[in-house]
């Protein structure tokens, strides 16, 4: 079992930055064995892949919107996943999510139907 508890959102003018937190947990849980996903959701639209991180190999994963933008890390000490969104625009605005995948996946999928273990998501609203 995997538990995750996201934090950092807010509001934040269009340019500006913010570092989403997901904190890991769980009997089972190290950085090495799960693949780790940021995932978003906007009200009346489709959860929508952003980023995902397999630390095991230091495979990484963007979504062409926030190439160039967004970074995936984590520190393993904490036990903490993170989202550093810059030169945020309007159309970034929904609701975060992070989540797990099952045991030592094979490769990062994109899709939420490869997760899971999901957080209960932080708002993220940029004004323009």
């Known amino acids: 079992q995997v538990q995750l508890v996201e934090s950092g959102g807010g509001l934040v003018q269009a340019g500006g930055s913010l570092r989403l937190s997901c904190a890991v947990s769980?009997?089972?849980?190290?950085?090495?064995?799960?693949?780790l996903g940021w995932f978003r959701q906007a009200p009346g639209k489709e959860r929508e892949f952003i980023a995902a991180?397999?630390?095991?190999?230091?495979?990484?994963d963007y979504a062409d919107s926030v190439k160039g933008r967004f970074t995936i890390s984590g520190d393993t000490a904490k036990s903490t996943l993170y989202l550093q969104m810059n030169s945020l625009k309007v159309e970034d605005t929904a609701v975060y999510y992070c989540?797990?995948?099952?045991?030592?996946?094979?490769?990062?999928?994109?899709?939420?139907?490869?997760?899971?273990?999901w957080g209960q998501g932080t708002q993220v609203t940029v004004s323009s």
């Open positions: 991180i397999k630390w095991s190999d230091r495979s990484f």
């Open positions: 769980g009997p089972t849980f190290t950085f090495s064995r799960y693949g």
């Open positions: 989540a797990a995948t099952g045991s030592y996946p094979r490769q990062l999928p994109k899709s939420n139907l490869g997760y899971g273990y």
